[in-house]
């Protein structure tokens, strides 16, 4: 089968709805960001983002087809004339990669954030159904309303912050975890908003009005919703952190993904899921 047709019969599973509009093809995220989709596929692998590591990886499983939910060189769009005009090394070294092993790297972003089928009839962001699923949150996901894929939220059984920084950290393979607030704050309700990138006033009200006591943090910086929670904590306020970072918590839903595409496919293509794993090392004991 060739990519191409892959490529097409994955974007049909989804909702294909953002924001109440059908996905434009021409102007969506979900682009061809490498290679040809001429070829025939000879294996699949998800990921959250087609680095380096991912693409040997791919290689060396034969598989010429990745499926990253992330940009591929570094920027929205994933321009390449400004990496061609400097002449970047790691973009030709990169380049030289995907083109040695033939690959084809095609983005699966905004058709997988418009939903997946549930058992119940219904969509839900495929990302974060990802995420539920390997937290074994399923049952705990609530629903938004109608239409509606946001917010992402759980009413979970009471713990503890620290418990769950732990149980992220073991269930995704990550080398750690930071928290904001009192590591030992009950919760019970907890949110994973979507981009925290500075200005957080509706954030901020979703959490005061829905009495959140666990934000599970994609991006944090330190000021907006993070003051507030550290306020907040500090004031006796039941109300905390936990994150792991953007692909970390995403990655997720492209490990599902490795699960359904072989059912959509009907084929004997092989599809495996690739983690990426932490962007970062953490340094807790200055030696």
């Known amino acids: 089968m060739e990519i191409t047709e892959i490529i097409q019969r994955i974007k049909n599973y989804y909702q294909g709805m953002l924001n109440g509009q059908r996905i434009d093809d021409e102007k969506t995220r979900d682009q061809v960001l490498y290679g040809s989709t001429k070829q025939e596929c000879t294996g699949i692998?998800?990921?959250i983002w087609a680095s380096t590591a991912v693409i040997e990886q791919a290689a060396r499983?034969?598989?010429?087809?990745?499926?990253c939910h992330e940009a591929l060189f570094w920027n929205h769009g994933d321009q390449q004339q400004?990496?061609?005009e400097s002449n970047n090394q790691t973009y030709l070294a990169k380049k030289a990669l995907l083109d040695k092993n033939h690959i084809t790297v095609w983005r699966n972003h905004d058709y997988v954030h418009s939903g997946i089928p549930v058992q119940d009839g219904t969509y839900c962001d495929g990302i974060f159904w990802g995420f539920a699923?390997?937290?074994?949150?399923?049952?705990?996901f609530v629903k938004p309303a109608k239409d509606k894929l946001l917010p992402i939220m759980f009413n979970l059984p009471e713990t503890k912050t620290i418990n769950i920084a732990?149980?992220?950290i073991a269930r995704f393979k990550l080398e750690g975890a930071r928290i904001e607030g009192d590591p030992n704050t009950i919760v019970k309700k907890a949110i994973i908003p979507y981009h925290n990138l500075g200005d957080a006033k509706q954030e901020i009200e979703l959490i005061d009005k829905e009495k959140i006591d666990l934000v599970i943090g994609m991006e944090l910086i330190d000021f907006t919703l993070a003051e507030y929670i550290h306020d907040s904590s500090m004031l006796g306020k039941n109300k905390s952190i936990?994150?792991?970072g953007h692909f970390n918590t995403e990655e997720a839903g492209m490990r599902y993904m490795a699960e359904y595409i072989?059912?959509?496919?009907?084929?004997?293509i092989l599809c495996q899921f690739v983690q990426a794993g932490d962007m970062y090392h953490y340094v807790t004991d200055l030696k």
């Open 82 to 84: 400004w990496l061609k």
């Open 242 to 244: 936990v994150t792991v």
């Open 45 to 47: 692998v998800t990921t």
């Open 262 to 268: 072989p059912g959509i496919l009907k084929n004997n």
């Open 61 to 67: 499983l034969g598989a010429n087809l990745i499926i």
């Open 166 to 168: 732990n149980e992220l």
């Open 133 to 140: 699923k390997y937290m074994g949150w399923e049952e705990y």
